[in-house]
């Protein structure tokens, strides 16, 4: 096996996996740390080293304002059993890589993931990643760690005009996650991998990152598919402007200045001079009322315009994408959005001269009429982003491949909460402290099936890890709106009409068109 590696910046060894047939190596250096003068600034490439880099450890955590594991929610219990005992820093850009290759010249496909969190928490080796599993089936795995919240995606006036001409102002976590890409294509053949072979892959804020990296032009041709998970930032013209659009880059930089002002910090270079861990600390001291958060913008280069309208506009790499969402968080009161009579009739207000329309389509006459529509297709966040996004991409002809996650999760009674699937596409329910069972085992060796069947072929049909045919997934189409839903086992079936769902995109097609 390929336990020592040669890559551009110089020699790294990796450890036995768990399975001797896969080599792990862990915090590889894709950038100079982000650190002193370079914190807000757009990565640089790694620095050479000397000797052999033992890639043994993972790298410490980006800056979040709460350390993993440290609250009693749900989330500790489900993802972060044992972040406590991990590190946060402001040096967090490095990849973790799975390589089952034997030689450099196996020329194995490539599984780039992006973890969630709200692009303010996650890291790449949460409990649930099991990216050994993933491997096994004969793919290379990297997990890419990024810039998160204030240190990732702080837009300030002083940091505007530091910036080179011509260069990416703000969004720093989408440019490290781009140079990762960079990386990778450049030095992957090292690890036995193809780099004309690359398939990203993201879940929640990961998803709506994937989604930013096939939108820039940053990328090239570099992505040759992508798949999108439980994050589809879609919108349709008609929700709140806070909603629906995504902030200009002033907009941006007003932000910035006002919340570094309210922790008490009146200049860029007094900020680089914090430490890091302060800044945290004062960041969470006026977070107590209202969490500050921050996310992407319009910065003009990297990213030019919001997601929906890049969607509407036809300005997507022309590739093949997996989209999923998970049913139970469609229904969760947190996930699946609000929707009373008055928010009906004013949301109609929005339609102009096809007001009379929208009434015709749903009659909706009391409040439980109008949430209601937030259960289905047509108004719910998760279902009619998701649905819509593929509609438009199927139109355009593009081939992409639509499911849903229904299956039964044990040990309470959360559904298939946002995040559930993970546990199946990595293969790991071994890892979790929920009691699944046989059924559930074979669902995730399906389901990590089919997705590292797309990322070999683009097409996430064929047999699984056991060589058993899987139930066929059709792509979507507007005329067939084939989904696949996984339940105990996966089912083809075709998604009934959904007439207000074709309205509100008739309409976004008029705002962001």
Request: net charge negative; with cysteine.
């Amino acid at each position: 096996m390929l336990r020592k590696v040669k890559v551009k910046n110089g020699m790294l060894q990796g450890l036995v996996g768990k399975d001797p047939r896969v080599t792990v190596f862990r915090g590889v250096p894709y950038a100079k740390p982000p650190v002193g003068e370079l914190r807000w600034r757009a990565p640089e490439p790694a620095e050479d080293w000397e000797g052999v880099r033992k890639c043994y450890e993972y790298a410490d955590m980006a800056m979040m304002q709460v350390h993993p594991g440290m609250d009693d929610d749900f989330y500790t219990r489900e993802l972060h059993p044992t972040a406590a005992e991990y590190r946060m820093s402001e040096d967090c850009l490095y990849l973790n890589i799975y390589s089952p290759a034997e030689t450099t010249e196996d020329a194995l496909p490539v599984f780039v993931y992006i973890h969630g969190g709200g692009l303010q928490d996650g890291y790449s080796y949460e409990v649930e990643f099991d990216p050994e599993r993933v491997a096994r089936r004969g793919v290379i795995v990297v997990m890419v760690a990024y810039r998160l919240g204030l240190f990732g995606f702080l837009a300030h006036p002083e940091i505007t005009a530091q910036t080179p001409e011509g260069a990416v102002i703000s969004n720093f976590g989408m440019q490290d996650q781009s140079l990762a890409l960079h990386w990778v294509y450049e030095n992957i053949a090292a690890f036995g991998g193809n780099p004309e072979q690359i398939v990203i892959c993201g879940q929640s804020a990961g998803a709506r990152s994937v989604q930013a990296q096939i939108c820039s032009t940053y990328n090239g041709t570099m992505i040759k598919g992508a798949i999108i998970q439980s994050g589809v930032s879609m919108m349709f013209g008609d929700e709140d402007k806070a909603m629906a659009e995504m902030p200009s880059l002033s907009e941006a930089e007003q932000y910035g200045e006002d919340v570094l002002r309210k922790i008490g910090i009146d200049s860029i270079e007094e900020a680089r001079k914090i430490d890091a861990d302060e800044l945290m600390r004062r960041i969470r001291e006026i977070s107590k009322g209202v969490r500050y958060v921050f996310g992407l913008c319009v910065d003009g280069k990297f990213v030019t315009e919001s997601a929906p309208s890049a969607y509407y506009k036809n300005h997507v790499a022309d590739i093949p994408l997996i989209i999923s969402v998970c049913q139970g968080e469609t229904q969760s009161s947190f996930l699946r959005g609000k929707m009373d009579y008055a928010d009906y009739l004013r949301r109609a207000e929005k339609y102009g001269d096809q007001k009379e329309e929208f009434f015709r389509i749903e009659e909706v006459t009391n409040d439980a009429q109008a949430y209601a529509l937030t259960g289905g297709d047509a108004f719910n966040t998760f279902l009619s982003g998701s649905r819509g996004f593929c509609e438009l991409r199927s139109a355009a002809g593009q081939k992409v491949y639509y499911c849903i996650f229904d299956q039964d999760i044990p040990g309470d009674d959360a559904g298939s909460f946002h995040g559930a699937d993970l546990w199946f596409m990595f293969d790991s329910l071994g890892n979790s402290w929920r009691p699944f069972e046989g059924k559930h085992y074979d669902l995730a060796r399906q389901v990590t099936s089919y997705w590292t069947n797309f990322v070999k072929h683009l097409d996430p049909n064929g047999v699984d890890y056991n060589g058993n045919p899987l139930p066929v997934w059709e792509p979507y189409c507007t005329e067939k709106k084939s989904v696949l839903r996984f339940v105990d086992v996966p089912v083809p079936e075709r998604l009934a009409d959904c007439p207000m769902l074709d309205f509100r995109l008739a309409f976004g097609k008029k705002v962001f068109g």
